[in-house]
């Protein structure tokens, strides 16, 4: 007989999931999964809304994205409205985008994915999070951590209105022009950001490379996955977070497509499983063969790992010393293994610190001219960007008013559902043996999952009448006292 363990709820993510592992009569994993339960219905409700709403609509998703999703959606109506933002707004829209990879990437390390290395992946559960993080590296550093993020995520609230939502991207621009006194004070958080991406990247190498079990979890086989890999690149294939060509790499390394996001639906399928609210894209052009990994396999991954490996290099100068030695260290590219995904975050982080003392220092986005409004009538626009967590597709096509008929979105984390689906499957399998398991190791297994940085909030998006909806109603003992199911 079967014998059933939940994870329910998985912690230190944004949203809600839950883990299902079931073992055989041995008592070793016979399967496992993550399963989303929650949903959205974004790409519904935005029909028959006008079209310059949406940056405003979308970014609600969820509370961790809405920069990438108001972004994303900026550029959406740009093209949907057939107009270029003029070169200042251009430069704001990325110098915030920056301030916001900087900030989130650093929430992940050190909020989310790294006590799991700082304090320890079978420490006491009540010590894994940001207070154990404190314990252990000290009161001022925590002050640090808090400060620098308090201060980028200040820019976002300066220039983007507000700093969970902001209203800043307008089609053909953004809403107001950068102050010389914003410009200086926003230099020295800049300059500050860079150094602070050193610390962090010196604290990895202390914490985790200098620790000879940390690099054979990060090296071995529980976490690793030979899977294609997408991202962002600019005309010299460097990374770029906020536009340029998509480009895949297949398990080998070697370029499989690159691509304008005009021609994307050319290139990704979305499928559906029943067991699951989250959708699973895979690449077009070489089928769904389920949840497995290698070259005949469609399944693909996004984010700092995703991005570091389908690109050539850094756009920055420091950044890409580190990624030298990122490759040097891991022994080449491509880097399957998947916890290496911390270590890339924190080497985007330092591209994204780079990024914004480079545009803040540029004369030019201080011009007063910060908008074009040379709309053309409205009929379909298609933008791309480099969420944090991966690629993210926004897609509208509206009637000749500009109401939407029709929205598409393929959030970031939904790129890397199949593969976050298979990476806890085997990282269950090899932890989990003759029924043996304890709160360190089924940690280990959410370790599987969180390297991701998953938002779960955004990656159920769509309803529709041949979507199955089951609602259970349970009195104050927990007892199911009744069913709802539209099927």
């Known amino acids: 007989m079967y014998k059933e363990i939940k994870i329910d709820p998985i912690t230190r993510l944004e949203?809600?999931?839950?883990?299902?592992?079931?073992?055989?009569?041995?008592?070793?994993?016979?399967?496992?999964?993550?399963q989303v339960p929650e949903l959205r219905g974004y790409e519904r409700f935005a029909v028959g809304r006008l079209?310059?709403?949406?940056?405003?609509?979308?970014?609600?998703?969820?509370?961790?994205?809405p920069t990438a999703h108001h972004t994303v959606s900026g550029k959406t109506l740009d093209d949907l409205y057939g107009v270029e933002p003029p070169p200042a707004a251009r430069k704001?829209?990325?110098?915030?985008?920056?301030?916001?990879?900087?900030?989130?990437?650093?929430?992940?390390?050190?909020?989310?994915?790294?006590?799991?290395?700082?304090?320890?992946?079978?420490?006491?559960?009540?010590?894994?999070?940001?207070?154990?993080?404190?314990?252990?590296?000290?009161?001022?550093?925590?002050?640090?951590?808090?400060?620098?993020?308090?201060?980028?995520?200040?820019?976002?609230?300066?220039?983007?209105?507000?700093?969970?939502?902001p209203v800043h991207c307008l089609p053909g621009g953004v809403s107001k022009p950068m102050t010389k006194e914003m410009q200086e004070e926003f230099k020295k958080t800049a300059e500050d950001s860079v150094e602070f991406a050193k610390f962090s990247l010196q604290a990895f190498d202390d914490i985790v490379l200098k620790n000879k079990a940390?690099?054979?979890?990060?090296?071995?086989?529980?976490?690793?996955?030979?899977?294609?890999?997408?991202?962002?690149?600019?005309?010299?294939?460097?990374?770029?977070?906020?536009?340029g060509w998509i480009r895949v790499v297949d398990p080998d390394g070697k370029e499989?497509?690159?691509?304008?996001?005009?021609?994307?639906?050319?290139?990704?399928?979305?499928?559906?499983?029943?067991?699951t609210y989250i959708k699973f894209p895979y690449l077009k052009n070489v089928g769904w063969k389920g949840f497995v990994d290698g070259k005949e396999s469609g399944v693909y991954r996004v984010a700092p790992l995703g991005r570091l490996n389908a690109s050539d290099g850094m756009a920055t100068p420091l950044a890409q010393q580190y990624y030298e030695k990122f490759y040097e260290t891991l022994g080449g590219k491509?880097?399957?293994?998947?916890?290496?995904?911390?270590?890339?975050?924190?080497?985007?982080?330092?591209?994204?610190a780079e990024a914004m003392v480079q545009l803040i220092n540029d004369p030019e986005i201080l011009d007063p001219n910060i908008r074009n409004m040379d709309f053309q009538i409205p009929k379909e626009g298609i933008g791309v960007i480099e969420a944090p967590r991966g690629t993210l597709f926004h897609h509208y096509e509206t009637d000749e008013n500009g109401r939407l008929t029709r929205a598409n979105l393929?959030?970031?984390?939904?790129?890397?559902?199949?593969?976050?689906?298979?990476?806890?499957?085997?990282?269950?399998?090899?932890?989990i043996k003759d029924g043996k398991v304890d709160d360190g190791l089924l940690n280990m297994v959410e370790m599987a999952f969180r390297a991701y940085d998953p938002c779960l909030a955004c990656a159920t998006h769509t309803i529709n009448e041949q979507w199955p909806i089951q609602i259970d109603i349970y009195d104050a003992n927990r007892v199911l006292i009744n069913s709802i199911t539209n099927t």
């Open 334 to 352: 491509p880097v399957h293994n998947t916890l290496a995904t911390h270590w890339a975050r924190l080497i985007e982080a330092m591209q994204a």
């Open 51 to 65: 079209a310059e709403e949406m940056p405003r609509i979308t970014e609600t998703i969820c509370g961790v994205c």
């Open 92 to 165: 704001i829209r990325e110098f915030i985008y920056n301030a916001f990879m900087f900030e989130d990437h650093n929430l992940h390390f050190y909020f989310l994915g790294g006590p799991d290395f700082i304090v320890g992946p079978d420490a006491p559960k009540a010590e894994r999070n940001i207070l154990g993080v404190i314990a252990k590296v000290g009161l001022d550093i925590g002050k640090k951590v808090i400060d620098i993020r308090k201060r980028t995520r200040n820019i976002i609230q300066t220039m983007g209105g507000r700093v969970v939502h």
């Open 214 to 243: 940390y690099v054979d979890l990060i090296v071995g086989d529980i976490y690793k996955h030979k899977t294609y890999y997408m991202g962002l690149v600019d005309d010299n294939n460097k990374i770029n977070f906020y536009d």
């Open 410 to 431: 393929i959030v970031a984390t939904v790129n890397n559902s199949a593969a976050i689906n298979m990476s806890v499957e085997k990282a269950a399998r090899n932890l």
């Open 15 to 34: 949203g809600h999931g839950k883990i299902e592992i079931f073992l055989d009569e041995s008592g070793n994993v016979a399967h496992a999964c993550l």
């Open 256 to 275: 499989f497509a690159k691509f304008k996001v005009k021609d994307y639906l050319n290139h990704i399928a979305e499928g559906v499983e029943s067991w």
